[in-house]
Every structure is written in C-alpha cells, then in structure tokens.
T-cell receptor, first 117, second 111 residues
Framework: GAVVSQHPSWVICKSGTSVKIECRSLDFQATTMFWYRQFPKQSLMLMAT?????????EQGVEKDKFLINHASLTLSTLTVTSAHPEDSSFYIC?????????????FGEGSRLTVL | DAKTTQPPSMDCAEGRAANLPCNHSTISGNEYVYWYRQIHSQGPQYIIHGLKNNETNEMASLIITEDRKSSTLILPHATLRDTAVYYCIVRVGNNFNKFYFGSGTKLNVKP
C-alpha cells in the first residue's frame, strides 16, 4: 500500500510552546489529508481535513487557531499545536488518500505522540 | 455516514478463525464498508472493504449480508500479531468523504 510518514514520532515540550508535526505521502500525491487525535484507550477523533492549496476545514469543536494546518504541497501537510498545554497531550495521526482510479481507502501515518509538560 | 456498532472486545485462540461482527443498519446504497485495525501505539492499517459482494484478500475476508445491514470480518487463522483494535467504518466511496471511527472491537488472540 501507499506510504504515509509522520515526523516526529514523539515530542515532549513545555507548556506554552508550539509544536509542528509533519505528514508526508512518500510515494503518491495527496490533494487531501486528514488529521486525527487519539487519547489513551479511546478511538480516533477526526480533527480536520487538509486541502492542498486551500484552507483546512475543521470538525465541530476543534479550534482552528489552536491547531494550525498547512498543506503547501501535494506531499506534505503540517499540523502546528500552538501554545500547547498538558491537555493537548495526545497521539496525533495523519492520513492521506491516493488519487486517481482507486477504491478510496485511506493510508495512515505511524502517529506522533505529543507530551506537554 | 451510517453509524456502526461493534462489540467492545472478543477473544480468539491462536490458529483459529476470528469472526468480528459489525452492525450498520442505517447504511445507504452507496456506502461502502471498510475495515481497519490499529495495533497499540501505531497508525491504523487498512484491511479490506466492500460494497455488496463478499470480498477476500491476503489478510481477511469480508462477508456482507444481503440486506447490507451487517457484516463480518474473518481472519482465517489468527496469530498473536493480529491482536489489535478492529474498526468497521461505512462511508460513501468517493474521494472526498471522511472516515469517522467508532469505538471498534479489541481482539485478543490467545496462545
């Protein structure tokens, strides 16, 4: 299957700092990527849809000024957690879909674990 | 997208078939059934998907009832490495629809 890579895989930061997480589609172009958040022992929660060359669309209840998403190219989307606080500590996962004639499955990155002290 | 209901957990003996059920009674005619699994602290892994017909690949088989209101994912010979949370998702199969995850089923494969 297609490969989606995230970086960093884990990060620890101080409260009040901003953290950027990258999501790359390694062997395909992705006009759309999705960002999820997962708390311990819970399911994945969709945060936002990242669209190449346009603004991201956020799910209800997700603060767009808190979670900045940039999708500057067909292979890269970034999620920046601004002024992070301990409650933002979570597992962040991105996904992307291959375009073209396909059945539409999503491929997921390995996830990035954020710990805010 | 239609909502799915899955049992919270299931046990399976190693080497035996694991049959994971999913109810999606409100599924509409153009919605596909997708199965993903998530091994602890990793991103979800695609397993299989289908619309009406039963499907099989190297990982699993997907059995969809004739009325499409439920489906079963079958892992024919479960191994310890198949221990994971399995998610059943229904969505319209085009390029712009999102995947919403339910609570999934934790499959415990035991020696």
């Amino acid at each position: 299957g297609a490969v989606v890579s995230q970086h960093p895989s884990w990060v620890i930061c101080k409260s009040g700092t901003s953290v950027k997480i990258e999501c790359r589609s390694l062997d395909f172009q992705a006009t759309t990527m999705f960002w999820y958040r997962q708390f311990p022992k819970q399911s994945l929660m969709l945060m936002a849809t990242s669209n190449e060359g346009s603004k991201a669309t956020y799910e209800q209840g997700v603060e767009k000024d808190k979670f900045l998403i940039n999708h500057a190219s067909l292979t890269l989307s970034t999620l920046t957690v601004t002024s992070a606080h301990p409650e933002d500590s979570s597992f962040y996962i991105c996904s992307a879909r291959t375009s073209g004639r396909n059945t539409g499955e999503l491929f997921f990155g390995e996830g990035s674990r954020l710990t805010v002290l | 997208d239609a909502k799915t209901t899955q049992p919270p957990s299931m046990d399976c003996a190693e080497g035996r078939a694991a049959n994971l059920p999913c109810n999606h009674s409100t599924i509409s005619g153009n919605e596909y059934v997708y199965w993903y699994r998530q091994i602890h602290s990793q991103g979800p892994q695609y397993i299989i998907h289908g619309l009406k017909n039963n499907e099989t690949n190297e990982m699993a088989s997907l059995i969809i009832t004739e009325d499409r209101k439920s489906s079963t994912l079958i892992l024919p010979h479960a191994t310890l490495r198949d221990t994971a949370v399995y998610y059943c998702i229904v969505r319209v199969g085009n390029n712009f629809n999102k995947f919403y995850f339910g609570s999934g089923t934790k499959l415990n494969v035991k020696p």
